[in-house]
C-alpha cells in the first residue's frame, strides 16, 4: 500500500510492506536538507547519507518476541497493549516526545486505544536517539521504564536499511532520568564530544570524588537547571543489556519476586 503525505511543504513517498516499512525522501527534497547541516563527524556521515536516501526500518524479526512480551504484560494488565511501527501507521491519540519527527520509528502503549506512554526512536547527526513522553494522567506508573526495556529486548532485532542496530543513545534531561538509566540499565554518561558540557563540568567544576557519579550527576543538574543542557547516554545493545532489559522487565510485570508489587508497573 503507498501514501503520500504533506508536511510543511514538503512530500515524502512511503512504500509499505507488511512489517517492512520504508520511507523515501523525494529528490526534490533531498536537495532541499542537503543545504541545511554544514558541520557533521566523518563517523556520521554514513548514517546521514542513508537518512537522505531513505530510512528502512525493518521489524519484522521483532513481532514475535513483541507478542510474548504483551502476554506477559497483558498478565498483569489485560488492557495494555505495547505496539510498534512508523509514527505515521500508529492510529489514536499519540503522547510522544517528538510530533513532528513523522519519519520515527515508535514503541507505543496502548489502553483504551491511545497511545498513552512512548519510546520515538529518531535518526540525527549523532546516531540514533530515544526519546520518551507519557501522558501526565498516568505518569508515575512506571510505563516509560516499561517501554525502555521492551525496546533493548527488541532493538537487535530491528534493521536500519538492512543493518542490525547495535547502537542507541539517550539524553536525561533531569536527574530521575539520568539515574533511572543508571541504576536499571547500568549505564554510564557518554565520553563522545556530544557530552562535553557534563565532562567539562566534571573535570574542572566538580570538587567531590569522580567514583560517585551519582553526586556527580545530581551536582551538574543543581548547576544546568535548565533542560536544555541533558546528560547523554550511549547505549550499546549488548547480551548483557538485554539480559538486564528482561529481568527489569519481568520485575515490572510481576513475573518474578510478584510480592514485590512497589517495584510492578501500575494498571491505569
Same mark, same amino acid.
Given at each position: 500500500m503507498n501514501q503520500l503525505f504533506h508536511q510543511k511543504h514538503m512530500y515524502y513517498f512511503i512504500e509499505r510492506n507488511s512489517n517492512y516499512i520504508y520511507m523515501k525522501i523525494t529528490k526534490s527534497i533531498r536537495k532541499i536538507i542537503k543545504k541545511k547541516p554544514k558541520k557533521r563527524t566523518k563517523k556520521n556521515k554514513k548514517i546521514y547519507k542513508k537518512y537522505l536516501g531513505g530510512s528502512a526500518f525493518d521489524i519484522s524479526d521483532? +513481532?514475535? %518476541?513483541?507478542?510474548?512480551?504483551?502476554?506477559?504484560?497483558?498478565?498483569?494488565?489485560?488492557?495494555?497493549?505495547?505496539? +510498534?511501527?512508523?509514527? $505515521?501507521?500508529? $492510529?489514536?491519540? %499519540?503522547?510522544?516526545?517528538?510530533? /513532528?519527527?513523522?519519519?520515527?520509528?515508535?514503541?507505543? %502503549?496502548?489502553?483504551?486505544?491511545?497511545?498513552?506512554?512512548?519510546?520515538?526512536?529518531?535518526?540525527?547527526?549523532?546516531?540514533?536517539?530515544?526519546?520518551?513522553?507519557?501522558?501526565?494522567?498516568?505518569?508515575? @506508573? /512506571?510505563?516509560? $521504564?516499561?517501554?525502555?526495556?521492551?525496546?533493548?529486548?527488541?532493538?537487535?532485532?530491528?534493521?536500519?536499511?538492512?543493518?542490525?542496530?547495535?547502537?542507541?543513545?539517550?539524553?536525561? $534531561?533531569?536527574?530521575? #532520568?539520568?539515574?533511572?538509566?543508571? @541504576? #536499571?540499565?547500568?549505564?554510564?554518561? #557518554?565520553?563522545?564530544?556530544?557530552?562535553?558540557e557534563f565532562t567539562y563540568f566534571m573535570d574542572n567544576k566538580y570538587k567531590g570524588d569522580k567514583e560517585n557519579i551519582n553526586d556527580v550527576v545530581n551536582k551538574f543538574y543543581e548547576a544546568h537547571p535548565r533542560k536544555d543542557i541533558p546528560i547523554l547516554f550511549d547505549i550499546f545493545l549488548t547480551d548483557e543489556l538485554i539480559d538486564k532489559s528482561l529481568e527489569n522487565f519481568k520485575l515490572l510485570t510481576g513475573e518474578i519476586n510478584e510480592s514485590n508489587i512497589s517495584s510492578q508497573i501500575k494498571c491505569p
Open positions: 521483532a +513481532i514475535d %518476541l513483541l507478542n510474548n512480551l504483551n502476554m506477559s504484560l497483558q498478565e498483569k494488565c489485560v488492557n495494555l497493549e505495547i505496539r +510498534i511501527g512508523m509514527m $505515521t501507521e500508529m $492510529t489514536g491519540q %499519540l503522547h510522544v516526545y517528538s510530533p /513532528k519527527s513523522k519519519k520515527s520509528l515508535v514503541v507505543c %502503549l496502548y489502553y483504551n486505544n491511545d497511545c498513552i506512554s512512548s519510546i520515538q526512536l529518531v535518526i540525527n547527526d549523532d546516531g540514533i536517539e530515544i526519546r520518551s513522553f507519557t501522558d501526565e494522567m498516568y505518569s508515575g @506508573k /512506571k510505563y516509560n $521504564t516499561l517501554l525502555r526495556c521492551v525496546l533493548l529486548i527488541l532493538a537487535n532485532k530491528i534493521k536500519l536499511n538492512g543493518e542490525p542496530i547495535n547502537m542507541l543513545y539517550s539524553s536525561a $534531561t533531569n536527574p530521575i #532520568s539520568a539515574h533511572l538509566l543508571m @541504576k #536499571s540499565f547500568n549505564l554510564m554518561p #557518554s565520553s563522545r564530544d556530544y557530552n562535553s
